[in-house]
Protein backbone atom coordinates (compact mmCIF):
# COMPACT_ATOMS: atom_id res chain seq x y z
CA UNK A 1 0.00 0.00 0.00
CA UNK A 2 1.02 3.80 -0.61
CA UNK A 3 0.36 7.18 -0.41
CA UNK A 4 0.05 10.01 -2.18
CA UNK A 5 1.82 13.02 -1.89
CA UNK A 6 5.74 13.19 -1.89
CA UNK A 7 5.72 10.67 0.93
CA UNK A 8 5.23 7.47 -0.56
CA UNK A 9 5.63 5.66 3.08
CA UNK A 10 1.89 5.55 4.99
CA UNK A 11 1.90 8.29 8.08
CA UNK A 12 0.69 7.75 11.01
CA UNK A 13 -2.35 10.01 10.30
CA UNK A 14 -3.80 7.65 7.64
CA UNK A 15 -3.10 4.92 10.27
CA UNK A 16 -5.51 6.46 12.23
CA UNK A 17 -7.95 6.91 9.58
CA UNK A 18 -7.85 3.49 9.47
CA UNK A 19 -9.66 2.42 12.50
CA UNK A 20 -12.72 -0.10 11.96
CA UNK A 21 -11.77 -0.44 8.48
CA UNK A 22 -9.63 -3.29 6.96
CA UNK A 23 -6.87 -4.78 9.40
CA UNK A 24 -4.00 -2.76 10.12
CA UNK A 25 -0.68 -5.09 9.21
CA UNK A 26 2.52 -4.40 11.45
CA UNK A 27 5.27 -6.88 12.64
CA UNK A 28 8.69 -5.90 14.24
CA UNK A 29 11.75 -5.10 11.33
CA UNK A 30 15.08 -4.61 13.03
CA UNK A 31 17.75 -4.51 10.15
CA UNK A 32 17.64 -3.14 6.27
CA UNK A 33 17.67 -6.49 4.44
CA UNK A 34 14.39 -7.68 7.24
CA UNK A 35 12.61 -4.34 6.20
CA UNK A 36 13.02 -4.52 2.60
CA UNK A 37 11.59 -7.71 2.61
CA UNK A 38 8.35 -7.15 4.79
CA UNK A 39 7.93 -3.33 3.80
CA UNK A 40 5.37 -4.13 0.60
CA UNK A 41 3.41 -5.99 2.74
CA UNK A 42 2.88 -3.82 5.86
CA UNK A 43 0.97 -0.67 7.20
CA UNK A 44 3.61 0.12 9.61
CA UNK A 45 6.58 -1.70 10.93
CA UNK A 46 7.98 -1.43 14.56
CA UNK A 47 11.57 -1.22 15.44
CA UNK A 48 10.71 -2.78 18.76
CA UNK A 49 12.93 -2.67 21.67
CA UNK A 50 12.25 -6.57 21.90
CA UNK A 51 15.53 -6.52 19.54
CA UNK A 52 17.30 -6.71 23.03
CA UNK A 53 16.52 -10.49 23.48
CA UNK A 54 15.93 -11.51 19.40
CA UNK A 55 19.33 -9.87 17.87
CA UNK A 56 21.46 -9.43 21.54
CA UNK A 57 19.82 -12.54 23.37
CA UNK A 58 19.40 -9.97 26.54
CA UNK A 59 16.45 -11.89 28.85
CA UNK A 60 14.58 -8.55 28.67
CA UNK A 61 14.23 -5.39 26.86
CA UNK A 62 15.75 -3.18 29.63
CA UNK A 63 18.93 -3.04 29.03
CA UNK A 64 18.24 -1.47 25.32
CA UNK A 65 19.55 1.69 25.17
CA UNK A 66 18.51 5.05 22.78
CA UNK A 67 21.57 4.45 20.73
CA UNK A 68 20.63 0.81 19.83
CA UNK A 69 17.38 2.16 19.03
CA UNK A 70 18.48 4.97 16.69
CA UNK A 71 20.98 3.01 15.27
CA UNK A 72 18.42 0.10 14.20
CA UNK A 73 15.71 3.27 13.39
CA UNK A 74 18.31 3.85 10.92
CA UNK A 75 18.90 0.56 9.47
CA UNK A 76 15.56 -0.02 9.14
CA UNK A 77 14.49 3.71 7.62
CA UNK A 78 17.19 2.28 4.53
CA UNK A 79 14.78 -0.73 3.50
CA UNK A 80 11.16 1.11 3.86
CA UNK A 81 9.42 2.71 1.31
CA UNK A 82 5.88 1.77 1.72
CA UNK A 83 5.32 1.41 5.45
CA UNK A 84 4.90 4.04 8.20
CA UNK A 85 7.69 3.08 10.54
CA UNK A 86 7.58 3.49 14.05
CA UNK A 87 11.01 3.06 16.60
CA UNK A 88 10.36 1.71 20.29
CA UNK A 89 11.77 4.71 22.68
CA UNK A 90 13.42 2.20 25.30
CA UNK A 91 13.52 1.75 29.14
CA UNK A 92 14.53 4.90 31.26
CA UNK A 93 14.19 7.46 27.91
CA UNK A 94 11.05 8.94 28.42
CA UNK A 95 9.47 7.68 32.27
CA UNK A 96 11.57 10.70 33.97
CA UNK A 97 9.65 13.56 32.66
CA UNK A 98 7.87 15.02 29.48
CA UNK A 99 10.43 16.83 28.52
CA UNK A 100 13.27 14.42 28.63
CA UNK A 101 10.92 12.10 26.40
CA UNK A 102 10.48 14.91 24.31
CA UNK A 103 14.43 15.51 24.06
CA UNK A 104 14.86 11.74 23.18
CA UNK A 105 11.80 11.08 21.18
CA UNK A 106 13.53 14.60 19.13
CA UNK A 107 16.63 12.58 18.86
CA UNK A 108 14.94 9.24 17.52
CA UNK A 109 13.18 11.06 15.07
CA UNK A 110 15.37 13.44 13.96
CA UNK A 111 18.60 10.63 13.24
CA UNK A 112 16.55 7.44 11.68
CA UNK A 113 13.87 10.13 9.66
CA UNK A 114 11.15 7.52 11.38
CA UNK A 115 7.63 8.58 11.15
CA UNK A 116 6.52 7.89 14.98
CA UNK A 117 7.57 6.93 17.96
CA UNK A 118 5.95 4.30 20.47
CA UNK A 119 5.97 4.20 24.32
CA UNK A 120 4.42 1.91 26.88
CA UNK A 121 2.25 3.20 29.52
CA UNK A 122 -1.34 3.82 30.31
CA UNK A 123 -2.65 6.05 32.96
CA UNK A 124 0.26 7.27 34.06
CA UNK A 125 1.84 7.97 30.94
CA UNK A 126 -1.01 10.26 28.73
CA UNK A 127 0.23 13.65 30.01
CA UNK A 128 3.23 13.15 28.28
CA UNK A 129 1.93 11.81 24.88
CA UNK A 130 -0.14 14.86 24.97
CA UNK A 131 3.11 16.61 25.36
CA UNK A 132 4.75 14.75 22.47
CA UNK A 133 1.62 14.94 20.58
CA UNK A 134 1.20 18.31 20.69
CA UNK A 135 4.80 19.26 19.66
CA UNK A 136 4.86 17.32 16.59
CA UNK A 137 5.58 13.88 17.46
CA UNK A 138 3.38 10.96 16.66
CA UNK A 139 2.98 8.47 19.54
CA UNK A 140 1.79 5.10 19.07
CA UNK A 141 0.82 3.86 22.42
CA UNK A 142 1.43 0.53 24.42
CA UNK A 143 -0.88 -1.10 27.14
CA UNK A 144 -1.83 -4.51 28.81
CA UNK A 145 1.02 -6.33 29.61
CA UNK A 146 3.66 -3.90 29.25
CA UNK A 147 7.38 -5.42 29.05
CA UNK A 148 9.28 -2.54 30.35
CA UNK A 149 7.63 -3.27 33.41
CA UNK A 150 8.69 -6.80 33.71
CA UNK A 151 10.48 -6.37 36.96
CA UNK A 152 7.24 -4.36 38.77
CA UNK A 153 4.78 -7.00 37.22
CA UNK A 154 6.58 -9.85 38.54
CA UNK A 155 7.07 -11.50 34.93
CA UNK A 156 5.46 -11.66 31.92
CA UNK A 157 1.90 -13.18 31.86
CA UNK A 158 -1.64 -11.96 30.13
CA UNK A 159 -3.16 -9.51 31.91
CA UNK A 160 -7.17 -8.68 32.93
CA UNK A 161 -8.44 -11.84 34.21
CA UNK A 162 -9.23 -10.22 37.79
CA UNK A 163 -11.78 -7.13 38.12
CA UNK A 164 -9.02 -4.94 39.69
CA UNK A 165 -6.76 -5.53 36.51
CA UNK A 166 -9.37 -4.96 33.58
CA UNK A 167 -10.45 -1.92 34.87
CA UNK A 168 -7.30 -0.27 35.01
CA UNK A 169 -6.59 -1.96 31.39
CA UNK A 170 -10.11 -0.32 30.40
CA UNK A 171 -9.34 3.03 32.49
CA UNK A 172 -5.74 3.17 30.51
CA UNK A 173 -6.99 2.15 27.06
CA UNK A 174 -9.19 5.61 27.39
CA UNK A 175 -6.39 7.87 29.19
CA UNK A 176 -4.38 6.50 25.81
CA UNK A 177 -7.79 7.11 23.69
CA UNK A 178 -7.72 10.68 24.59
CA UNK A 179 -3.89 11.57 24.47
CA UNK A 180 -3.42 12.46 21.03
CA UNK A 181 -2.01 8.76 20.40
CA UNK A 182 -2.58 7.71 16.72
CA UNK A 183 -2.84 4.44 17.59
CA UNK A 184 -2.35 1.82 20.38
CA UNK A 185 -0.77 -1.49 20.79
CA UNK A 186 -2.82 -3.61 23.50
CA UNK A 187 -0.69 -6.68 24.54
CA UNK A 188 -1.69 -9.75 26.02
CA UNK A 189 -5.07 -9.56 27.03
CA UNK A 190 -8.16 -11.53 26.89
CA UNK A 191 -10.56 -11.32 24.52
CA UNK A 192 -13.62 -9.72 25.77
CA UNK A 193 -11.89 -6.96 27.24
CA UNK A 194 -10.00 -6.25 24.03
CA UNK A 195 -13.07 -6.23 21.42
CA UNK A 196 -14.72 -3.46 24.80
CA UNK A 197 -11.98 -0.93 24.46
CA UNK A 198 -11.60 -1.33 20.34
CA UNK A 199 -15.32 -0.81 20.23
CA UNK A 200 -15.14 2.46 22.92
CA UNK A 201 -11.90 4.16 21.58
CA UNK A 202 -11.79 6.35 18.46
CA UNK A 203 -8.28 5.15 17.74
CA UNK A 204 -7.01 1.76 15.77
CA UNK A 205 -6.46 -1.37 18.68
CA UNK A 206 -2.89 -3.22 17.18
CA UNK A 207 -3.27 -6.39 18.53
CA UNK A 208 -0.69 -8.90 20.16
CA UNK A 209 -1.82 -11.76 21.76
CA UNK A 210 -4.85 -9.64 22.25
CA UNK A 211 -7.13 -11.57 20.21
CA UNK A 212 -8.76 -11.11 16.24
CA UNK A 213 -11.00 -7.92 17.96
CA UNK A 214 -8.24 -5.41 17.53
CA UNK A 215 -8.14 -3.43 14.44
CA UNK A 216 -4.23 -4.54 13.69
CA UNK A 217 -2.57 -7.05 14.03
CA UNK A 218 1.39 -7.04 15.48
CA UNK A 219 4.40 -10.21 16.03
CA UNK A 220 7.80 -10.16 16.32
CA UNK A 221 8.63 -11.35 12.51
CA UNK A 222 11.60 -13.76 13.83
CA UNK A 223 8.88 -15.21 15.93
CA UNK A 224 6.09 -15.64 12.90
CA UNK A 225 9.44 -16.86 10.77
CA UNK A 226 10.64 -19.51 13.32
CA UNK A 227 14.17 -17.26 13.70
CA UNK A 228 13.82 -16.54 17.47
CA UNK A 229 12.99 -20.14 19.89
CA UNK A 230 14.14 -18.99 23.01
CA UNK A 231 10.79 -19.35 23.83
CA UNK A 232 7.29 -19.23 21.65
CA UNK A 233 4.59 -17.24 23.48
CA UNK A 234 1.08 -18.94 23.21
CA UNK A 235 -0.27 -16.19 21.06
CA UNK A 236 2.54 -16.50 18.29
CA UNK A 237 1.54 -18.87 14.91
CA UNK A 238 4.82 -20.07 13.25
CA UNK A 239 4.65 -19.39 8.99
CA UNK A 240 8.40 -20.69 8.60
CA UNK A 241 11.12 -22.62 10.82
CA UNK A 242 13.80 -20.13 9.08
CA UNK A 243 15.62 -21.31 12.35
CA UNK A 244 16.03 -25.01 11.41
CA UNK A 245 16.38 -23.94 7.58
CA UNK A 246 19.84 -21.53 8.47
CA UNK A 247 21.24 -24.58 10.71
CA UNK A 248 20.47 -27.51 7.95
CA UNK A 249 22.35 -25.01 5.54
CA UNK A 250 25.36 -24.20 7.48
CA UNK A 251 24.91 -27.95 8.66
CA UNK A 252 25.49 -29.23 4.28
CA UNK A 253 28.39 -26.00 4.16
CA UNK A 254 30.70 -27.43 6.41
CA UNK A 255 30.10 -31.03 5.53
CA UNK A 256 30.62 -30.27 1.70
CA UNK A 257 33.98 -27.96 3.11
CA UNK A 258 35.13 -30.79 5.23
CA UNK A 259 35.03 -33.45 2.40
CA UNK A 260 36.20 -30.78 -0.22
CA UNK A 261 33.28 -30.20 -1.86
CA UNK A 262 33.36 -26.95 -2.22
CA UNK A 263 34.26 -24.65 -3.39
CA UNK A 264 33.67 -26.02 -6.49
CA UNK A 265 34.93 -25.48 -9.87
CA UNK A 266 32.47 -22.55 -10.77
CA UNK A 267 33.37 -20.91 -7.57
CA UNK A 268 37.12 -20.33 -8.14
CA UNK A 269 38.69 -17.65 -10.20
CA UNK A 270 40.74 -19.15 -12.92
CA UNK A 271 43.60 -16.73 -14.07
CA UNK A 272 42.87 -15.07 -17.00
CA UNK A 273 45.23 -15.31 -19.90
O1 LIG B 1 9.21 -4.44 21.14
C1 LIG B 1 8.35 -4.95 20.41
O2 LIG B 1 8.66 -5.68 19.47
C2 LIG B 1 6.94 -4.63 20.72
C3 LIG B 1 5.83 -5.38 20.13
C4 LIG B 1 4.51 -4.77 20.22
C5 LIG B 1 5.92 -6.49 19.27
O3 LIG B 1 6.71 -3.76 21.48
Do not use: W
Not at 28 to 43: F, G, K, N, S, V
Request: glycine share 10%; proline share 4%.
Amino acid sequence: MSATGSQKRLTPTQIAAMKGGKPIVCLTAYTTPMARLLDEHCDLLLVGDSLGMVLYGMETTIGVTLDMMIAHGKAVMRGVANACVVVDMPFGSYQESKETAFRNAVRIMQETGCDAVKLEGGEEMAETIAFLTKRGIPVLGHIGLMPQLVHTAGGYRSVGHSEHETSKIRRDAHAIGGSGAFAVVVEGTVEPLAREITASIHIPTIGIGASSACDGQILVSDDILGLFNDFKPRFVKRYDELGKRVADAAASYAEEVRARKFPAAEHTFKRRS
